[in-house]
């Protein structure tokens, strides 16, 4: 029988020696190195792209809120109940709400301070605190946030800035290598990878945004940081999770960069968004729909109903129609085709595949308004850069120019120092020192000058209105 010692001493000789030494054939010893040279090298990228990523502190003030329910938290049919029964607790009263503080990502987009960041992260933030890779803190200013696709855009007043290049996301192929950097749990600079797991994904949530799905680790904090490619292009922001845990389990959701950027634009342009609407009511296709109308495959949106008076109606769309593709971009289900027709601007020609009477044609379109629908955006362009004159305005709908018979920019919110000027909620803004106001970048441009002379249309009429500013507004 062999000692402790000696069957110790057996098992690492084993362990140490497995057979006669010989040498191993080279292509087994560069066997793992070829492994690892065909996994792919983020370093270049993060360092190339790294100082475009910002951090985003945001700051709610305590305040405190009507309390209609009594208890924080209840609903009112609990606090309906407890009345009934005669509990014995005040209920009505204010809700005090401490300060509460938060943090997001963003990129810099232009050299001198436009940032790209989530709606969600700047939503409701008295204070925006942007934080640069080399410690520089700026006070930031949102110029508009669209909530419908979770886009923002944000200013800091700064020059020279590390902007990130932007891609092309209808190029993004599933397995495609992707990374994220951003500031989960506000550690800044984070840097993640994986792939892009499936494209256009529907969420029910979110009805306009064709979602790129991936499994790069984003946990809280990344939000409004940017995804990109191997080419170190930005092609999505990070903005959702799944998680039944409020951590991340893999699956994590990106908005396309393309329609990131057409969102942007109105943001900048005109401090709101507004979207296209062709007047249909649709409904989702089974495949024993599919085969009573003569389709192959259960693809496409089936009319249901077609609106009075809309695009649709005009272009000549009939209930039972199948609509298949817009513009030649397929339309895989009844949700795509929101997104489809979102993306398009109002007033632009469009062409309709549909499927009637089991034969495919050609539909021109024209895209509308949604008559029914408010214009997405909080603070416009005009509000946050033109905060000298302390309006918010927005640009007139093609609906209201017509009833107004102008353009302009339509004020819905008054500050003290415009209040004092006479300006009203509602009043139009036509002009500043005799040139037109297009956009919320006109007014913001105007408002850079010490005095400006306004246009303004109110019921009908005309007054103009001048505006001088005080020194410690500059």
């Known amino acids: 029988m062999l000692s402790k010692t000696s069957l110790a001493a057996a098992v690492a000789a084993a362990l140490l020696f497995t057979g006669p030494l010989t040498a191993a054939p080279a292509a087994a010893a560069d066997a793992p190195q070829q492994a690892v040279a065909q996994l792919p090298d983020f370093v270049k990228l993060v360092e190339d792209n790294g100082a475009g990523v910002v951090n985003i502190a945001v700051t709610k003030n305590a305040r405190t809120v009507a309390n209609p329910f009594g ?13 009934r029964f005669g509990f014995p607790f005040p209920f009505g009263g204010d809700q005090e709400i401490p300060e509460q503080k938060g943090t997001g990502s963003g990129f810099i987009i232009s050299s001198d301070g436009l940032i790209m960041t989530n709606a969600h992260v700047v939503e409701g933030a008295d204070k925006i605190v942007v934080r640069l890779t080399d410690k520089r803190e700026f006070e930031g200013k949102v110029l508009g946030t669209d909530k ?12 020279d800035l590390h902007v990130l290049r932007i891609g092309d996301s209808s190029k993004l192929r599933v397995g495609e290598w ?15 990878a994986g792939i892009v797991s499936a494209l256009s994904r529907n969420l029910p949530s979110d009805q306009y945004v064709p979602f790129i799905q991936t499994d790069v ?8 940081g940017p995804l990109f490619n191997m080419a170190g292009e930005v092609v999505g922001i990070n903005s959702q999770i799944f998680s039944t845990s409020g951590g991340f389990m893999g699956l994590s959701f990106a908005i396309p960069i393309d329609l990131a950027m057409q969102i942007k634009n109105q943001l900048v342009e005109d401090g709101h968004v507004t979207r296209g609407y062709v007047g249909v009511y649709i409904q989702q296709l089974t495949q024993e729909l599919a085969d009573s109308f003569g389709l192959k ?4 949106a089936l009319v249901t109903k077609v609106e009075k008076g809309s695009p649709a109606e005009k272009a000549g769309l009939k209930e039972g129609d199948v609509i298949t593709a817009l513009n030649g971009r397929k339309v895989t289900s009844s949700v795509s085709l929101p997104m489809l027709v979102s993306s398009i601007r109002p007033g632009t020609k469009a062409e309709l595949t ?3 009477d089991k034969k495919e044609q050609k539909v021109g379109i024209t895209i509308g308004t949604n008559p029914n629908a408010k214009t997405s955006g909080s603070g416009s362009a005009a509000a946050a850069a033109g905060h000298r004159l302390g309006i918010e305005a927005r640009t007139l709908t093609e609906d209201e120019s017509r009833e107004a018979e102008t353009s302009g ?6 500050g003290k120092f415009a209040s004092s000027l006479g300006i009203m909620q509602g ?24 005095s400006v002379l306004l246009l303004v249309q109110r019921n009908g009429g005309r007054i103009f209105i001048p505006v001088k500013f005080p020194a410690e507004k500059k």
């Not at 994220?180 to 506000?186: D, N, T």
């Not at 920019?409 to 008054?414: A, E, G």
């Not at 139009?428 to 850079?448: F, H, P």
């Open 148 to 159: 419908q696709t979770d886009i923002a855009v944000v200013k800091i007043d700064a020059k």
């Open 178 to 192: 992707v990374a994220a950097i951003g500031s989960p749990f506000g550690l800044d600079n984070t840097v993640t």
């Open 217 to 224: 680790a984003v946990n809280p904090g990344n939000s409004g």
């Open 427 to 450: 009043d139009i803004l036509v002009s500043a020192n005799g040139k037109l106001l297009k956009s919320g970048a006109d007014l913001r441009k105007a408002c850079e000058s010490d």
């Open 354 to 356: 549909i499927v009637r």
């Open 409 to 414: 920019l339509l004020v819905t919110k008054v």
């Open 71 to 83: 208890i924080p938290g209840m609903d009112e049919r609990s606090s309906e109940l407890l009345r």
């Open 297 to 300: 495959t259960p693809e496409g």
